[in-house]
């Protein structure tokens, strides 16, 4: 016959401390196992998402060139085609014209109360007009600075 060795009230308390410990750790990793699915299933539909987008970027710019060569074709029917440098200044003004409403977004306070007393915002035919000069003269892309109109003079009752 064989003798089961008893145990002390607190080697039972240790092992039950230490069967609660395993049970907890598993159900750690099966919680992390059930995470890790989800994730992998989002990583797929995420990259099945941007595949799609792509495909549909590649239509749009292929439909947009397909779209400026018949507008080019018919202006050269016309006689009203323009020169690729035209096509080129258009563009560059139209990347540096957006640039300026990101920066006009970004660096002008949002509201007229928070502006500085005496200085008014810029007039958009003032920036274009700046734009056009810089672009025209050969700057290119701006050189970081903010475009500010002259500094106007009141007349003698304080008004603009």
Request: hydrophobic content about 30%; charged content about 30%.
């Amino acid at each position: 016959m064989r003798l089961v060795p008893t145990l002390s009230s607190t080697q039972a308390a240790r092992l039950v401390s230490l069967k609660t410990q395993i049970e907890h750790s598993i159900r750690k990793i099966e919680n992390s196992n059930v995470l890790s699915g989800k994730v992998r299933k989002d990583e797929d539909r995420q990259k099945g998402t941007v595949a799609e987008l792509q495909r549909n970027l590649a239509q749009v710019e292929a439909l947009a060139k397909q779209a400026e060569d018949e507008q080019r074709r018919l202006s050269e029917k016309k006689g009203q085609a323009l020169s690729e440098a035209d096509l080129a200044e258009y563009r560059q003004l139209c990347v540096a014209c957006s640039s300026l409403a990101c920066i006009d977004c970004q660096a002008e306070p949002s509201s007229v109360a928070a502006r500085p007393a005496g200085k008014p915002r810029p007039t958009r035919s003032f920036q274009m007009s700046v734009l056009r000069s810089t672009v025209s003269a050969g700057a290119g892309r701006r050189s970081g600075r903010r475009l500010r109109p002259a500094r106007r003079r009141r007349n003698a009752s304080g008004g603009r």
